[in-house]
């Protein structure tokens, strides 16, 4: 933990972290990659009982999430347009 | 004594004494009420009790069933980690205000009858409008008074809804009312601003984030609980419930991933929670209201913790904008963990609280068929993950390292921190204790290799598409902003109607004076002109002009005598 309380900015001699070295966030990175298409590929050994045709869609679930939350994004970046305004906009 | 004592009047009285009190007596003493007050609650068998007569109305002051007993329950336990967590604090407005809340929210939960729900309701807005206005700034300030408007406007309906059932059924009793009498809409809305139904929602995302560090915690449990506690006694099955719901699932969550103050991004994230909740009400299955009470009862804990890191860091840093943070996990590391167990609490994760109560919701609309309505709670489901689960933590702890260094969070706040992601933990791996407190047998097992495996894919590639958007640059960045929302209407619109009417009143009031004292001017000059010292009355008149206007007057009455 850093012992330096409240100053601004970190020093140069400060510890370096795990996550400081860009290789390890990329090990994260291929960790998801690696997980999802595990999750993807053994949804075939994974019987569905839901009362809805469209679950029973290979790796529906998988698809949905990631659509879903891409649709999610660029909704919500687009809304931006409309709904952004500066920050003191209702004390002036 | 205490059998007929509500445990929210043990509150409300102990916290008359706080004031006298300092230092560590006063710390152990609060500790100590809600304590007394879970044991006074476990110690009632089920049934009514504290029954008082007014007028001809028998009022039922605490009901004890398993539905109250549950609500009552987490109420006091949030409020003993509440109060754990605002121990540093030397305010004693926000300890008075603090429990007087909490004990108004427990005492609503064990009243029988609309006249007392009645009173703890408006106990509830007006204490909790003190930690709000604690924060001591004008911005708090002006929240403040936005948010008793809204929730002293939710009391008014709900007595005007009281009045009126009473004239009709002769009945004060809290019962199930349902939408068909005036009466019954009148509460349902009273009911639906304090949830924050969609387009009744805006006080919560206004003021929350407004509060003090340890008010927002205390805040976040007690209100919006409340309302689904009430909606699951008065409308559970309510149909028109599960379009509300499911809008409440699904629209905050755009909002909240461009929101860049992270307690606002929460309070929309709570917002989507009590969305999954109503839903289960207006499915109105044992199954479904089951799910809605466990999801309160898990939701209250993981949206505390989630509070609570969020005020730590806020207390630490000054600051809780997205754009203004990151890297913090190398000051707060424990903070940064704690923060990270109520983010997989609220997406859902396997061995997480939120994975066995929001299953109970979602199962129950598709055994009943609800297809889009089951597809919208997977939207917000991955959404929440999204939101909530990775950008709070990530713009707060990782993503870019803002330099900022500081110590770790107080240990009061780690310890109720550490306790609250305990009881996370517990619940998510050991749901049974849970599902035992619930108001109807359970029968179902949230862990089948179906549900993990199907709910691991869904938040997989849910933080995924965060990873690929992320590092494609497509992700929008933490802007600091203001994002238009409903309370745009009246703090924008309506205010500049208001203002736009007040000078149009101000433009007539200026004519009509104006008018007037023009008017009595010249009637003033008139009289000045006749009467003045030249005017024409005031002059002396020689005899030949009387004598002229005398022959005058005598010519004209020959003529006229002679016509």
């Not at chain 2, 009473?166 to 304090?194: C, N, P, W």
């Not at chain 2, 869904?458 to 929008?476: E, V």
């Not at chain 2, 007057?553 to 006229?560: D, K, V």
Request: proline share 4%.
């Amino acid at each position: 933990m850093a012992n330096n309380e409240n100053s601004a900015k970190g020093t140069a001699s400060e510890r370096r972290y795990w996550l400081d070295d860009s290789r390890n966030v990329d090990r994260i990175v291929w960790g998801v990659y690696g997980i999802c298409a595990f999750l993807f590929l053994i949804d075939i050994l994974v019987p569905k009982h839901g009362p809805f045709s469209v679950e029973h869609v290979f790796a529906f679930y998988g698809v949905f999430g990631f659509v879903a939350c891409v649709g999610l994004v660029l909704a919500a970046k687009a809304l931006r347009v409309i709904l952004m305004r500066p920050e003191d906009y209702y004390d002036r | 004594m205490t059998g007929e004592l509500s445990p929210g009047q043990i509150l409300i009285v102990g916290a008359l004494l706080v004031p006298l009190l300092r230092g560590r007596l006063r710390a152990a003493y609060m500790l100590a009420l809600p304590i007394i007050a879970l044991w006074s609650l476990v110690s009632l068998p089920y049934g009514s009790f504290g029954e008082l007569q007014l007028l001809d109305m028998s009022l039922v002051t605490l009901r004890v069933d398993k539905l109250s007993f549950v609500f009552g329950v987490i109420f006091l336990i949030a409020a003993f980690l509440g109060i754990i967590y605002a121990l540093h604090v030397d305010d004693t407005v926000q300890h008075v205000a603090g429990l007087i809340y909490a004990g108004s929210a427990v005492g609503a939960v064990f009243a029988g009858d609309l006249v007392t729900l009645f009173v703890y309701w408006e106990g509830t807005a007006i204490a909790s409008v003190f930690l709000i206005w604690a924060r001591r700034n004008e911005r708090s300030f002006h929240a403040g008074l936005r948010y008793l408007v809204v929730q002293v406007g939710s009391g008014v309906l709900l007595l005007a809804g009281i009045i009126l059932h009473y004239r009709q059924t002769g009945s004060i009793t809290f019962e199930h009312m349902g939408t068909d009498s005036l009466a019954g809409v009148l509460i349902f809305l009273a009911f639906g601003i304090k949830c924050a139904f969609p387009l009744l929602h805006n006080w919560l995302q206004d003021s929350y984030p407004e509060a003090t560090i340890t008010g927002t915690v205390m805040l976040s449990v007690f209100t919006t609980k409340l309302a689904v506690y009430a909606l699951a006694r008065g409308y559970a099955g309510t149909e028109l419930l599960v379009p509300i719901g499911a809008a409440m699932a699904a629209f905050p969550i755009f909002y909240a991933v461009i929101e860049n103050d992270l307690r606002r991004v929460l309070s929309y994230s709570l917002n989507n929670q009590l969305g999954f909740m109503v839903v289960g009400i207006g499915i109105g299955t044992e199954m479904a209201v089951n799910g809605t009470v466990a999801h309160a009862f898990c939701h209250i804990l993981y949206k505390a913790l989630l509070f609570m890191s969020m005020g730590a860091v806020l207390y630490r840093t000054g600051t809780i904008k997205g754009s203004e943070l990151g890297g913090l996990y190398k000051s707060m590391p424990w903070t940064a963990g704690f923060c990270i167990v109520g983010a997989a609490s609220i997406s859902g994760f396997p061995l997480f609280s939120g994975f066995i109560s929001k299953a109970l919701i979602i199962t129950a609309a598709m055994d009943q068929g609800y297809f889009w309505t089951w597809l919208v709670l997977l939207f917000a489901s991955a959404g929440v993950f999204h939101h909530s689960g990775i950008k709070i933590p990530y713009f707060a702890f990782f993503a870019h390292d803002s330099g900022k260094r500081c110590s770790e969070a107080p240990a009061n706040m780690l310890t109720a921190m550490a306790i609250t992601a305990v009881l996370c933990v517990v619940i998510g791996v050991y749901p049974q204790p849970l599902y035992d407190l619930l108001p109807y047998q359970v029968d179902f097992r949230p862990y089948t290799t179906e549900h993990v495996v199907t709910q691991l894919q869904l938040l997989m590639f849910s933080a995924l598409a965060f990873t690929l958007l992320m590092r494609t640059g497509i992700y929008p960045p933490e802007l600091r902003s203001t994002n238009l929302d409903f309370d745009w209407f009246y703090r924008r619109l309506g205010r500049g109607l208001a203002l736009a009417a007040g000078h149009l009143a101000e433009r007539a009031w200026q004519f009509v004076t104006t008018g007037a004292s023009r008017g009595a001017r010249e009637a003033v000059n008139a009289i000045e002109r006749h009467h003045g010292p030249h005017g024409v009355f005031a002059r002396t008149w020689p005899t030949g002009t009387m004598a002229f206007w005398m022959t005058i007057m005598l010519a004209a009455y020959l003529i006229l005598s002679y016509l």
